[in-house]
């Protein structure tokens, strides 16, 4: 039976590379160049958190992080190719090429009084951590267990301080410390426990899970690009259905996508329920055949509802239907700004993925080459599909743009029909120039 989180160990359990699978040779080569020039340098080199979990249950780590007793400062004299990184925790990264590896220094507990440079809101969340001790600290400072598992380069062993090993091996995700204390301290940690359930197949433990229903609120206070960033790990690496399916059981899908939230709870939000549920299945296929994702895409799903409600609102209202869709995007965007961010190189396309929808239904005369040819027309092709599956749009729309692909690269022949009243122009043969004198 694991320990509770609470009951602290002097020492970890240590347990020896024969009774376990993790192997250096499935650890990057640059990672163990970090490690051992660490430890040839006089320091401890530990892999920690998730490379040492996924390893543990026979999967491919993602990356792998290095946890030191060197401080920031003295890993950059280490290498030449580091960079330091951060205000709240500061870390160091080491570059080999694209490949980065991000090195830690331990962490001491929070209320330790070795140094000033740690700070907290008056409800206790960390607005800065840069107060330097030992594993021994570090590992109470780790958010789950899971993650809170240390491999020793010196040794090959591994160092389990909070019964992480058991935990693993029973598939469950739970919080080091007071469950409620720990989410106050980072909300954030209520998203990573909902995806790292969702990615590994964990269950979530039940104080650890408890407070999920009750402080979804907290994650109004934190800054929406960091909201943006946990939301792409959410829904862009291969588990967005159950990420989606875990966020709404647990109300924190609401605190991230307001509107979203709101329109599915209408009368007509079936087919946008249905149109969600098709994006995020669409969107893990992709992940899971190494095709390329973007949130501009699933973003502009999850608004699509209240946009297309507050434009029809608008256009019952005298407002011409182009305008009246520009009008509600714009609206909604903004007000989705405030929760989770989304950035202009991602929100500007995404609203043109929306108008397309309108001029999909245009399908008379060049308009129709012209739409063909628009920067987002795949991806607006696309989400047009998926609203015919969802029952949001008729299928007949669909099938004309399917046709016109179809047709000669849409260029040539096209079945696209000569405008209402317009006659098809009929071509005069070139003129022959005379013959000089």
């Not at 993602?62 to 870390?91: M, Q, S, Y």
């Not at 229903?213 to 959410?234: H, I, N």
Request: glycine share 6%; aromatic share 8%; hydrophobic share 40%.
């Amino acid at each position: 039976m694991n320990d509770s989180p609470d009951t602290r160990r002097e020492v970890p359990v240590i347990i020896p590379r024969p009774e376990h699978n993790v192997s250096r040779a499935q650890i990057s080569k640059n990672a163990l160049k970090v490690l051992y020039r660490l430890k040839d340098a006089g320091y401890a080199a530990f892999i920690v958190g998730g490379g040492v979990r996924d390893l543990l249950l026979g999967r491919e780590p993602k990356d792998f992080d290095v946890a030191t007793d060197a401080h920031p400062d003295e890993v950059r004299r280490l290498f030449r190719n580091c960079r330091l990184i951060g205000r709240r925790f500061r870390l160091a990264h080491v570059h080999f090429g694209r490949d980065i590896i991000e090195v830690a220094t331990f962490r001491a507990a929070p209320e330790d009084e070795r140094g000033t440079d740690h700070a907290t809101t008056d409800e206790g969340r960390i607005l800065r951590d840069n107060v330097y001790g030992d594993i021994d600290e570090d590992v109470w400072r780790r958010d789950f267990t899971a993650n809170a598992l240390y491999y020793n380069i010196a040794d090959f062993s591994i160092w389990d301080y909070v019964g992480g090993v058991e935990d693993v091996r029973h598939g469950t995700m739970r919080l080091i410390g007071d469950p409620e204390a720990r989410y106050r301290e980072d909300p954030v940690r209520m998203l990573r426990a909902v995806r790292f359930a969702a990615k590994l197949g964990f269950r979530i433990e039940p104080a650890t899970e408890k407070p999920l229903f009750e402080l979804g609120e907290l994650l109004a206070v934190m800054p929406s690009a960091r909201l943006f960033d946990e939301c792409q790990k959410l829904f862009l690496s291969g588990h967005a259905v159950q990420s989606y399916e875990l966020l709404r059981h647990y109300g924190l899908f609401r605190h991230l996508f307001p509107s979203a939230d709101a329109a599915m709870d209408t009368l007509e939000g079936e087919n946008f329920r249905a149109l969600v549920l098709r994006a995020l299945e669409s969107t893990d296929r992709r992940v899971a055949e190494n095709k390329p994702v973007t949130p501009t895409f699933l973003f502009a799903v999850f608004l699509w509802g209240a946009v297309s409600q507050m434009a029809e609102e608008l256009r019952q209202a005298g407002e011409a239907p182009m305008q009246a869709m520009l009008e509600a995007a714009d609206t909604v965007l903004r007000g989705q700004q405030q929760h989770v961010s989304i950035p202009r190189r991602f929100g500007v396309p995404m609203k043109d993925i929306m108008a397309m929808q309108l001029r999909f239904r245009k399908q008379h005369g060049k308009r129709a080459l012209r739409t063909i040819e628009h920067p987002s027309f795949r991806a607006a092709y696309d989400f047009l599909l998926l609203r015919v599956e969802a029952g949001d749009e008729p299928a007949d729309t669909a099938d004309f743009w399917t046709n016109l692909q179809r047709t000669d690269g849409g260029h040539q022949h096209s079945p696209v029909q000569p405008a209402r009243g317009q006659r098809r122009k009929r071509r005069r043969p070139p003129r022959r120039k005379k013959p000089a004198g």
